[in-house]
C-alpha cells in the first residue's frame, strides 16, 4: 500500500453557501472550518489546501447558547503596555457581525500560514442575504437538523 497525496491538478475547488439564521456559533464555525480546510473530502492532505470556498450570509442572525450573549467579549491588544480592549458579544455583533464569525472559525483552524492562507481566500462573511459571488453558482449548504437545532 503507498501513501495517497494530493497534487494540485487533482484539487477540484467548489463553492458554498450557508446561511447562518438561527445557527449555533461553535457548531457553524466548526462546520465551516471543516471545509475550508478540505478535511470533507477523501483526497484530504494535511500540508496542503484542498478545501472549498465557503460564503456565509446573515453572519448577523447567528445565535449563541447559555450566557455567552452577555458574558462573551473579544480581546484585542492595541500593542501598548496595559491597552487591552474588550469588546461585548453583543457590540461586537452590531457593529460588525462578520468578524464574531471569522474569529470563530480562525479558532478551529491550525495557527499556521496554511491556516491563515486558507482564512483569507476561502472564507467570506457577509451580515446580511446579499453577496456580490452570484457567478460563482454556490451550492447550498445544509447541515444536519441534529446539528441545526441546538
Same mark, same amino acid.
Given at each position: 500500500?503507498?501513501?495517497? =497525496?494530493?497534487?494540485?491538478?487533482? &484539487?477540484?475547488?467548489?463553492?458554498?453557501?450557508?446561511? !447562518?439564521?438561527?445557527?449555533?456559533?461553535?457548531?457553524? !464555525?466548526?462546520?465551516?472550518?471543516?471545509? &475550508?480546510?478540505?478535511? @470533507?473530502?477523501?483526497?484530504?492532505?494535511?500540508?496542503? $489546501?484542498?478545501? $472549498?470556498?465557503? &460564503?456565509?450570509?446573515?453572519?448577523?442572525?447567528?445565535?449563541?447558547?447559555?450566557?455567552? /450573549?452577555?458574558?462573551?467579549?473579544? +480581546?484585542? @491588544?492595541?500593542?501598548?503596555?496595559?491597552?487591552?480592549?474588550?469588546?461585548? +458579544?453583543?457590540?461586537?455583533? !452590531?457593529?460588525?457581525?462578520?468578524?464574531?464569525?471569522?474569529?470563530?472559525?480562525?479558532?478551529?483552524?491550525?495557527?499556521?500560514?496554511?491556516?491563515?492562507?486558507?482564512?483569507?481566500?476561502?472564507?467570506?462573511? +457577509? /451580515?446580511?442575504?446579499?453577496?456580490? @459571488?452570484?457567478?460563482?453558482?454556490?451550492?447550498?449548504?445544509? +447541515? =444536519? =437538523?441534529?446539528? !441545526?437545532?441546538?
Amino acid at each position: 500500500m503507498k501513501t495517497y =497525496s494530493a497534487t494540485p491538478k487533482d &484539487i477540484d475547488r467548489r463553492w458554498y453557501i450557508v446561511d !447562518a439564521e438561527g445557527m449555533v456559533l461553535g457548531r457553524l !464555525a466548526s462546520e465551516v472550518a471543516k471545509i &475550508i480546510r478540505g478535511k @470533507h473530502k477523501p483526497m484530504y492532505t494535511p500540508h496542503m $489546501d484542498t478545501g $472549498d470556498f465557503v &460564503i456565509v450570509i446573515n453572519a448577523s442572525k447567528v445565535q449563541v447558547t447559555g450566557r455567552k /450573549a452577555e458574558q462573551k467579549t473579544y +480581546f484585542s @491588544h492595541t500593542g501598548y503596555m496595559g491597552h487591552e480592549k474588550h469588546t461585548p +458579544f453583543a457590540t461586537m455583533l !452590531a457593529k460588525h457581525p462578520e468578524r464574531i464569525i471569522e474569529k470563530a472559525v480562525y479558532g478551529m483552524l491550525p495557527k499556521t500560514t496554511l491556516g491563515r492562507q486558507v482564512l483569507r481566500r476561502k472564507l467570506r462573511v +457577509f /451580515a446580511g442575504a446579499e453577496h456580490p @459571488h452570484v457567478a460563482q453558482n454556490p451550492a447550498k449548504l445544509t +447541515f =444536519s =437538523s441534529a446539528e !441545526a437545532s441546538k
